[in-house]
């Protein structure tokens, strides 16, 4: 194949210009990690409400689906709702308790992918549970699990196993059981999972707390006699092994009691970090410490202090909580007693203890229900809420960490103009794997109650322009791309051409709104999500060529069978008045005799036909857009012409004997002419 060396010349230059502006492109493109999120205005999921009481629980799955669940006042009977969170957006609140009796408490709630949500509640003193298996899906429940129970809790692994751990009647008062689910059922465990049959565990402040590693491995931790005790659970079997975490003295103080068990373990279920409340005493003198053990394979490590404090000393430490991401990375936060402080310390790969830091920068007149929570595979952030005193408005606030290290600057979430915030009543945080966050409160009092929640977003994935270089024999193309990933969407795209805005659509492609000329045409797109960040798309290249190639067909030679017949094709995709430069090229030239004979060639192609006939020559031009241009003739084949026959040769008689025979050939010296023109052929 030959194509017109000038239109190849423009062709070069323009993609070269085309690829100089996607490199320019990607070049200015913000990377979707590489900044602190931005947070939409807070929403309003319930309320203005006087019968909200209090919001207890938030779960985000790694796709962004999940909900928040809280307690609501209705007809005088306290009702346990959620608010599924899709696509970026709380949806109206769905009551769990509908068709009970009595009054529900303690709703906790656990999101899977594909919009899996596990809640369970108390109510009248048995726990139930409602799945919902898929977004689509219809709740199924309350179904009761445990009679004469309290104090749930749940988790669940990105695979959607899940572990529910309470509190139930037992022989010492109370024990600690667990429940796990799997193919959408809930089985429970058999026996208790306490240290010893006849203490009091899981009561009170020394409620059980659950979480559920990567490999599908649930840890219990829970308050026991005064002290805290760790368990693993495969399914509905108990590890042999149960671990204590506090320890007896620290400091030369003596152990007086401990509780607040909080927990996180992340892909790997060898490691957890296991932060707790204990209280110490030398004499009448007595200091309260938030702590850290790690829990590694069946012992505890060393202890460490997320409160930054040391024993003996005169300030202490409450509140404690802990977050983990999937490699076992995140934040244990505990609150100084004195000033009401927040601090954190980092945990490494593994909750290998880290670095403490102070998190907030003001001062707090009470303590502030500080809820770490992990946004992404390493991101992660703490919200809390900030007191002024002396009659200010209470507000929440947050920082973020790309990293999982590093905090970045303070957020105020909260409104104002909504009243202060109030954290008692409930303070949760969750996140998706992609870095988007949401914080969720109780805002207001009495009749202006609300459940309220603000959306942090990080910029969207980028959209990617398919292909990223297109041909087209319309003036007015087509332009599609791939979507940016934005799992709290939707995505608003600005389509540029030409380094001009011509469109603005939430789907994926767009028709060119005004003719194009032909030639090479460089777009992009940005893509932005509600928060208004955006991420830029490669640059691409669409070459619309509208103009057929034009051809010209030449035959020379015979018309008989078995002569050679040539064929001569000249053409070219730049008819005037179309520019060389704006020709995509001619990409094929197909040649067919008629007679099945076909043959891809460039401008030359000789052919014998074997049989007489007529026959349509036909030239079909294709150049890189798709134009096509065809031109036909037609040849008449005659069969050959007979050969003519050899003359008579005439020779003398001898006699009777030789008449009619043929002269002899001659067997020496000079052939004759017409042995001559015989050996010519």
Do not use: C
Not at 275 to 290: D, I, K, T, W
């Amino acid at each position: 194949m030959q194509v017109d060396r000038t239109t190849m010349r423009g062709a070069s230059t323009a993609l070269l210009a085309a690829l100089l502006v996607v490199l320019l492109w990607v070049l200015a493109a913000p990377a979707a990690q590489a900044q602190v999120p931005d947070a939409a205005a807070p929403v309003t999921i319930d309320g203005p409400d006087p019968g909200i009481e209090a919001l207890s629980g938030m779960d985000v799955a790694r796709d962004g689906t999940g909900g928040v669940v809280y307690l609501k006042d209705v007809l005088g009977v306290r009702r346990a709702f959620v608010s599924r969170l899709l696509g970026g957006v709380f949806q109206p609140p769905e009551q769990l308790d509908a068709g009970l009796p009595g009054p529900s408490s303690q709703p906790v709630i656990a999101a899977g992918n594909g919009g899996l949500l596990l809640t369970a509640f108390i109510n009248g003193g048995q726990l139930y549970v409602v799945n919902r298996s898929s977004a689509a899906a219809p709740a199924v429940g309350p179904a009761p699990l445990a009679g004469g129970a309290s104090d749930p809790s749940i988790s669940i692994s990105n695979y959607g196993k899940a572990y529910l751990s309470f509190t139930a009647l037992g022989s010492g008062g109370h024990d600690v059981r667990a429940a796990y689910y799997s193919g959408g059922v809930w089985s429970v465990a058999p026996a208790p999972l306490d240290a010893q049959p006849g203490d009091d565990s899981g009561a009170g402040t020394a409620r059980s707390e659950v979480t559920t590693s990567g490999d599908g491995v649930g840890i219990v931790a829970w308050g026991e006699a005064g002290h805290i005790y760790t368990r693993r659970l495969r399914g509905t079997a108990p590890s042999l092994v149960v671990e204590q975490a506090d320890v007896p003295s620290l400091g030369g103080w003596s152990e007086v009691s401990s509780d607040q068990p909080r927990l996180g373990t992340g892909g790997d279920s060898s490691y957890a970090a296991v932060s707790f409340h204990e209280v110490f005493a030398s004499g009448a003198l007595r200091q309260s410490r938030v702590l850290l053990r790690r829990l590694r394979g069946s012992e505890f490590e060393s202890v460490t202090a997320p409160d930054g404090l040391s024993t003996p000393g005169s300030s202490g430490a409450v509140q404690p909580n802990v977050t983990v991401s999937e490699y076992g990375r995140g934040f244990v936060t505990a609150v100084r007693e004195n000033t009401n402080q927040l601090f954190a310390m980092t945990l490494g790969n593994n909750s290998a203890s880290g670095p403490v830091t102070e998190v907030d920068s003001l001062s707090n007149a009470s303590a502030p229900d500080a809820v770490p929570a992990m946004a992404g595979l390493y991101s992660d952030l703490i919200a809390w809420q900030r007191d002024p005193g002396g009659g200010g408005a209470r507000e929440v606030r947050a920082r973020y960490s790309v990293n999982g290290t590093d905090l970045g600057a303070e957020l105020v979430l909260s409104d104002p103009g909504l009243g202060p915030t109030d954290a008692d009543r409930g303070l949760v945080a969750a996140g998706d794997v992609t870095g988007n966050a949401a914080v969720a409160w109780v805002q207001g009092s009495g009749a202006t109650s609300r459940i309220v929640a603000t959306l942090l977003y990080v910029p969207p994935g980028a959209p990617a322009p398919a292909p990223g270089f297109a041909y087209s024999r319309g003036r007015q193309p087509v332009l599609s791309w791939s979507p940016a990933r934005e799992q709290w969407g939707p995505v608003l795209y600005t389509v540029l051409l030409d380094g001009q805005p011509v469109a603005r659509t939430a789907g994926t492609s767009v028709r060119v709104p005004v003719p194009l000329a032909d030639g090479p045409h460089t777009w992009a797109l940005t893509g932005a999500n509600p928060a208004g960040l955006a991420r830029n798309s490669p640059a691409a290249t669409v070459w619309v060529d509208a103009v057929a190639p034009v051809v010209r067909l030449t035959l020379r030679g015979g018309r008989h069978v078995g002569d050679t017949l040539r064929a001569y094709v000249s053409y070219t995709d730049a008819p005037a008045p179309e520019p060389r430069r704006a020709a995509s090229g001619v990409s094929e030239v197909l040649i067919r005799w008629g007679d099945r004979h076909d043959y891809h060639i460039a401008h030359y192609k000789a052919h014998a036909y074997k049989r007489a006939g007529r026959y349509t020559i036909t030239v079909v031009v294709k150049d890189r857009a798709g134009n096509r241009r065809a031109i036909s003739q037609v040849v008449r084949i005659t069969p050959a012409p007979k050969p003519k026959a050899k003359p008579k040769s005439k020779s003398k008689s001898t006699g009777k004997g030789n008449a009619g025979t043929p002269a002899p050939a001659p067997t020496g010296g000079q052939p004759t002419h017409a042995s001559r023109r015989g050996s010519g052929r």
